[in-house]
């Protein structure tokens, strides 16, 4: 029958296709990845070549100013020299020595405020965007409690929990509960209209749509959320700890600048700031690994 | 059996301006046919579509399937859309598997029909494909062998093959009707393309301003090739075609109403 | 039907839920301040309950004024005043509202200008790309002692740190806006002869307007963070510094008082940007939806209206 003839048509499709683009990704392995490597490599040079820029910006105002302003060098040489153990930082009457203990504890209260917020704002997020009941509950509390800076909570807290690490704990998880809360409301109801239809119309539940259409859809603004609240959540602990703590990054901050150790609060800053952005990296990996399906790198 | 009763449709633009998408529409479809709704666009054929699939309700008037009144949308009547629904955050194979596995299917069941579908399609050695390495066409193949996989009596189709270039778009028509002559089922299948109706369709169902304006029972002999379509009979059902369509019409005055504005 | 009354009951009904979410937790607040504990240590209980916020503390908030003119100062043993109160709160607030405003707007305008100086040449710009993003993630509040070495803690230095603030938002912001401007303008453009200048002012700045205009609630935010958090290490003036004030005999009356101001406050700059910003760019198209009538019912169903929030 003719049909026999059309229906070659289609291979020829399928092996035209696969003479294209697609055949360096299922033929020449090798070929594709030389070429994303040369671009990867050029884009770390050039990062590499921005930040040797800048610091050799930071190492001439530095001789400018000179001691408000420390040399990098300066600044590298404290983090290394303080940072296990230090009999300095015992005399000015912190509890242990060096950085890494105080530098510990704030990450860990970070992290730990941050799951939490996590958590609660994932659920409660996903909860407003299927029950109009909820929306209409929370809102008001992330419309009031989202104008105001959130360290207005942190002397509130301090005297309520005592324990800095309770306060830092819920200051941290409140702001991400917050902003978490708000990127998942409206990632889930950006989530195209069009997908939703087709689930439906192949059969899928409320339950089935949530997890296999609404979810994996969402994620890539999720993880935009997680870091912008993460961005934020380190100097939001630190504040906690300025206002008054036994310990953490915070506590030593205050106590170098009372004896005018500029190098020493540049030094924690650099840390806190390189640790900020290594757990920034670690989430931009993640997304990249979980919406490898996408070709834009955005949400659908 | 598809019975449409006096359906009528109407939308309120957030401007105020009322739009009479369907204005009575009744018409009776038997099973395994395969009707092309022809019109221009902005006629209705997409809402009359939409609510065959009980995507948009009625405001009056009622679709049946044989006897069971449509009121939401069920794996009974499979839609394929105009645009571009696979799930890019799933494979192929998750894709094509995705009705059955709604509907409860057992695993080595749904294993099978995934790989019988992905066949018919031509797309066998993509099933752990990720869709954006695959071209719209084969997209669109993806769409059609998960909608046949459910076991959908009935087949909606949105213009599907509108985004397609001319080549993909034929080769996608013969798999269509390959796949349609294997399994028997009802396909409506709505186009503004005359010539893709004639190419597909027993029966054109020429819609204007809401309402079916002809009802053509397309008798040319198949395949619908290049001859066949150029014969004297297919011409004058085209030339009917058109003069249902340029009557009653006019000029454009109100712009359609978008899909993405109609929920 | 649109009379005011009516207006107002339409408003309430759709939003009962909310309404009921508030009026719950304020009851739980009052009911907390009345049973917590009070201790003699502490001039206020843990909890403070609303009539204490706006009475004991309002009128203790004179104690705060220490400026020997149109009433008593309580530090030297004048009486607590009414006046005193809303005197010594309308000058703080009006010192921390001078600090926001003056860091804003000089970050936003030195942000930008720099954004756009590092536009010009695209080697610079993607020269600047990792350095920028470090930057960015420096943590802003754990600087405050720092900016308050550099600066001393005083207006200039709570004004820079603000500005220092909202400046690297505009400064990555701009940035990022004028590479997004599509390729096809600026060819557009140079094919109709621009220079490199008018191009930049014509058409680039233009185009990237409305992302800055975004990113006005974004460093609003950031802005009052950075105030109140400068006021609260170091700088000896200002509500932040008010709220520390009370911290340090607890007085937690005191500091929800000026808790609830800073909210108003902040409420009020958020929607006095949203007024502007939407003013500026009221050239952009908005969506329209549609909504299916009902015949059988006559009775419109309103589709579910889903507000997308652009920025926090």
């Known amino acids: ?300 | 059996m598809i019975d449409i009763r006096d359906a009528r449709c109407t939308f309120r633009h957030t401007s105020g301006r009322l739009v009479e998408a369907l204005r009575g529409v009744s018409v009776t479809i038997d099973d395994g046919e395969f009707v092309c709704l022809v019109g221009r666009s902005g006629h209705g054929k997409s809402t009359l579509l939409r609510a065959l699939a009980g995507l948009n309700p009625l405001s009056s008037g009622a679709i049946a399937f044989d006897g069971n009144t449509v009121t939401g949308p069920s794996p009974e009547r499979g839609m394929v859309f105009q645009e571009d629904t696979v799930f890019p955050w799933m494979r192929v194979h998750d894709n094509v598997a995705f009705g059955l596995r709604s509907l409860g299917t057992r695993e080595s069941e749904t294993e099978k029909l995934v790989s019988e579908w992905l066949s018919a399609v031509k797309l066998t050695g993509f099933a752990h494909s990720w869709p954006k390495e695959l071209s719209g066409g084969m997209r669109k193949r993806v769409a059609i062998a998960t909608v046949f996989a459910t076991g959908a009596k009935t087949l909606l189709m949105d213009e599907p093959f509108g985004s397609l270039d001319y080549v993909t778009r034929i080769t996608l028509h013969s798999l269509l009707l390959d796949l349609w002559a294997r399994t028997n089922r009802t396909i409506v299948f709505v186009t503004h393309d005359i010539e893709e109706a004639l190419i597909l369709g027993d029966r054109i169902l020429v819609m204007s301003e809401g309402q079916i304006v002809d009802d053509i029972r397309v008798d040319l002999k198949r395949p619908r090739d290049e001859e066949v379509r150029a014969s004297t009979r297919a011409v004058t059902v085209t030339k009917s075609i058109i003069r249902n369509l340029g009557l009653a019409g006019g000029v454009d005055e109100t712009p359609e109403p978008k899909s993405s504005d109609l929920r | 039907m649109t009379t005011l009354p009516a207006r107002i009951l339409c408003y309430v009904r759709a939003r009962w839920i909310s309404i009921l979410s508030i009026v719950i937790l304020v009851t739980i607040w009052e009911i907390a301040g009345h049973l917590s504990p009070k201790s003699p240590l502490r001039e206020s209980p843990l909890v403070p309950p609303l009539e204490m916020i706006f009475g004991r503390s309002l009128l203790g908030m004179s104690d705060y004024w220490r400026i020997d003119m149109w009433a008593p100062m309580p530090v030297v043993g004048g009486a607590q005043t009414y006046l005193g109160a809303f005197l010594a709160l309308a000058y703080h607030s009006a010192l921390t509202i001078f600090r926001l405003a003056s860091g804003l707007v000089l970050g936003a305008v030195i942000g930008t200008l720099l954004g756009l100086a590092i536009s010009w040449s695209p080697f610079l710009r993607k020269l600047s790309g990792a350095p920028l993003h470090l930057l960015r993630m420096f943590p802003l509040l754990a600087m405050i002692p720092l900016f308050q070495f550099w600066f001393g803690a005083n207006n200039l230095s709570a004004i820079v740190f603000v500005a220092y603030g909202v400046g690297v938002v505009y400064f990555v912001a701009t940035i990022n806006a004028a590479s997004n401007v599509q390729g096809k303008y600026i060819d557009y453009a140079h094919t109709l002869g621009a220079s490199q200048l008018r191009i930049y002012l014509r058409v680039v700045f233009p185009a990237i307007l409305p992302e800055l205009f975004s990113s006005i609630m974004l460093t609003l935010g950031l802005a009052w963070s950075a105030v109140i958090g400068a006021e609260y290490v170091g700088v000896n003036s200002g509500i932040g510094r008010m709220i520390i004030w009370a911290e340090f005999f607890s007085a937690t009356g005191r500091m929800m008082l000026v808790t609830i101001l800073l909210i108003v406050y902040a409420g009020a700059s958020y929607l006095v940007c949203r007024r502007v910003a939407a003013h500026v760019l009221r050239w952009m198209p908005s969506a329209t939806r549609a909504e299916v009538v009902d015949h059988s019912i006559e009775a419109e169903l309103p589709m579910e209206d889903q507000p997308v929030m652009v920025n926090r």
């Open chain 1, 1 to 300: 029958m003719g049909q026999c003839r059309l229906v070659t048509e289609a291979e020829i499709e399928t092996a035209r296709v696969s003479a294209g683009p697609l055949a360096r990704l299922k033929n020449t392995r090798g070929g594709l990845r030389r070429e994303q490597l040369t671009a990867l490599a050029r884009d770390a040079a050039i990062a590499l070549a921005g930040l040797v820029l800048v610091l050799l910006l930071w190492k001439l105002s530095a001789d400018a100013a000179g001691k408000y302003f420390p040399a990098p060098l300066a600044v590298a040489g404290n983090i290394l020299d303080n940072f296990a153990a230090s009999r300095y930082l015992r005399s000015l009457g912190l509890p242990e020595g060096g950085y890494f203990p105080h530098v510990l504890y704030t990450t860990r209260n970070v992290l730990i405020g941050g799951a939490i917020g996590f958590a609660l704002g994932v659920m409660s997020g996903f909860a407003s965007w299927r029950w109009k009941v909820a929306d209409q509950a929370i809102d008001p509390i992330i419309s009031i409690f989202g104008t105001l800076p959130i360290l207005v909570a942190a002397p509130f807290f301090l005297i309520w929990f005592g324990l800095v690490a309770s306060a830092q704990i819920i200051l941290v998880a409140f702001y991400t509960f917050m902003i978490l809360h708000v990127f998942v409301l409206r990632a889930a109801r950006n989530v195209d209209v069009k997908y939703l239809e087709c689930a439906r119309t192949l059969g899928a539940n409320n339950v089935v749509i949530f997890r296999k259409v609404v979810l994996p859809a969402a994620l890539p603004e999720i993880f935009g959320g997680v870091r912008v609240a993460f961005a934020s959540a380190w100097g939001l602990a630190c504040i906690a700890e300025l206002l008054g703590a036994q310990f953490g990054v915070g506590r030593v901050i205050v106590s170098l600048a009372a004896v005018y150790d500029v190098v020493g609060m540049m030094a924690l800053v650099v840390v806190l700031g390189l640790i900020a952005v290594g757990f920034d990296g670690l989430i931009v990996a993640l997304r990249a690994y979980i919406t490898r399906w996408s070709d834009t790198g955005v949400a659908p």
